[in-house]
């Protein structure tokens, strides 16, 4: 994985990462494929949060395509 795409992401996700502490979750960079998918794995509140599908799109996924225009969507890994 690129370490400047990995850089960029990581500092969108930094920005989202107090909305989620704020309710006891966290995520975790895990990949970024070759199509430009960025794959998180979910922490603490947010493995089991009912909201996390719609905070990962309107909240994450949109934050890191703004930050980094070439990433196509984000998702969270399930294992």
């Known amino acids: 994985m ?4 990995r850089d960029k992401v ?3 996700l930094e920005t989202m990462r107090p909305f989620l502490a704020a309710d006891g979750g966290d995520m975790e960079l895990v990949n970024i494929t070759d ?3 960025v794959q998180l794995r979910l ?3 947010c493995k089991t949060c009912n909201m996390s599908e719609m905070t990962l799109k309107a909240g994450v996924e949109e934050a890191v395509k703004r930050s980094v225009p070439q ?4 998702e969270a890994l399930t294992t």
């Open 10 to 12: 990581e500092g969108a």
């Open 43 to 45: 922490l603490g509140s």
């Open 35 to 37: 199509e430009m998918v």
């Open 71 to 74: 990433i196509k969507s984000v």
């Open 2 to 5: 690129d370490k400047e795409l």
